[in-house]
């Protein structure tokens, strides 16, 4: 999946109980042949044998869906290509348009060739500087839409640009206007990653966006971006119970809240300088970064030292003046001041071991959503931040069937239309 913290800056079970012990079970020495003796009876079994298709036409739906399910989690995984990779999957073309926003926004479509009434998606890359050119959001794309799904993913700008603003959510809800006139559904689904994730909930209070939306599906979002924050900044968060979390924060979010709020960490004169050399850092080109930070006056490359270092104590006081200061701007792109409004059914991932955005966040989403909207939620070491990643036997079987619950409910859109 399109991640920030996979590579770089720019990707991101308790042990299994021993097994009761059962003594062994000693065969019964074989019924002697005599006149009258009783051989087991089948009866039962050949009784049952007419309704065996029944049985398996009924369990046919769900394995067909976990297969499903595992084609698309392995092709995201960049996995290499088996028959699971290629299990029911469709050749797919690709369109890029430009649609209605302020201004107007870019996007790219994924046809799957042959399929008559795709069910339609609209999915949100997350904060990466690629946008919609990222490597795993057009493979988490191009897999949905060769099994048979429409995807448009919308270039968020701001997001492309290291900033999270409620203005993300505007063009979010453009995509899904459009997504919904192009494919003539009724309702489309909507997806978004990492922090689009949340932007996407927000989009989806809106009541117009809503009445054209069948789910809306958030992996690894955030529910209040301040709290995000100040993890950065603490390498600690809570859960909605007490429980503290702790977790060392990634590097990259000090750099994100520096490069997003620079006049809190660098000078007027340097404020336009420390942006490009930050950008240029977040963008992994570190000796030009090193290049860019060298035309800052003393103190500036002083302070950008201290960022290189990741030296993020020594940024404390600087961090809490900039949250204190864009609070309001923070609490306008945090979902939890919107999902009051929220009433189509939300499905949450979130990985076990995120250290971008905290899975506790995902906790906070499901207490803070209205009753009945989740349909599932699911915290999972199989995953990253949104990448998939190494766990065990029964983490990947969860995953799948969370994911085969996710394609069910974006077929629905198709299916009401149909």
């Known amino acids: 999946m399109a991640a920030e913290t996979a590579a770089g800056y720019n990707g991101s079970m308790n042990a299994v109980p021993n097994a009761t012990s059962f003594p062994a079970r000693v065969p019964a020495a074989p019924t002697a042949l005599r006149p009258g003796a ?7 079994i050949f009784l049952a044998l007419p309704f065996l298709p029944l049985l398996l036409l009924a369990l046919a739906p769900s394995f067909y869906g976990q297969l499903r399910a595992m084609s698309i989690l392995s092709i995201i995984a960049d996995m290499p290509e088996s028959a699971i990779t290629r299990f029911d999957t469709n050749p797919v073309s690709e369109e890029l348009i430009t649609f209605p926003s302020q201004p107007p926004a870019r996007a790219r479509i994924y046809h799957p060739i042959g399929i008559a009434h795709p069910s339609p998606v609209v999915v949100v890359h997350g904060v990466h500087y690629l946008g919609i050119e990222e490597p795993r959001l057009r493979r988490f794309a191009r897999a949905l839409a060769s099994h048979g799904y429409l995807v448009l993913t919308p270039q968020i700008d701001e997001l492309a640009d290291y900033n999270i603003t409620q203005g993300s959510a505007v063009v979010i ?41 069948s789910c809306v ?3 690894g979002a955030h529910d209040d971006l301040t709290r995000v924050l100040e993890f950065f900044e603490t390498d600690q968060t809570r859960a909605p119970d007490g429980r503290v979390f702790d977790m ?7 750099l994100v809240i520096a490069y997003s709020h620079a006049p809190a960490f660098f000078s007027p004169q340097d404020v336009g300088q420390a942006r490009i050399a930050l950008r240029t850092l977040l963008w992994e080109d570190l000796p030009r970064a090193h290049a860019e930070a060298a035309k800052l ?9 201290q960022l290189f270092a990741h030296d993020t104590k020594s940024l404390v006081p600087d961090m809490r003046r900039a949250l204190a200061e864009a609070k309001p701007s923070l609490d306008a792109a945090s979902p939890h001041f919107y999902l009051a409004r ?5 499905m949450l991932l979130h990985g076990a ?12 989403l499901e207490r803070d959503l209205p009753p009945g909207v989740l349909r599932a939620g699911l ?16 983490d990947k079987l969860r995953l799948i069937h969370w994911m085969k619950e996710m394609l069910d409910l974006l077929n629905r859109s198709s299916a009401e239309r149909g």
């Open 379 to 394: 915290v999972s070491p199989a995953i990253g931040h949104v990448e998939v990643g190494g766990a065990g036997t029964v």
């Open 342 to 346: 929220l009433h189509v059914p939300v």
């Open 248 to 254: 060392q924060a990634h590097e990259y979010g000090s």
């Open 38 to 44: 009783r051989f087991p009876s089948y009866s039962r």
């Open 173 to 213: 809800g453009d995509a899904v206007h459009e997504l919904a006139r192009r494919s003539g559904a009724p309702r489309v689904g909507l997806l978004g990653l990492s922090f689009a994730g949340g932007m996407a909930l927000i989009a989806a209070s809106d009541p117009e966006v809503q009445r054209q939306l």
């Open 353 to 364: 071991a995120d250290n971008v955005v905290p899975p506790t966040e995902t906790l906070w």
């Open 297 to 305: 006056s003393p103190a500036g490359q002083a302070r950008m030292a």
């Open 217 to 219: 599906i958030a992996i």
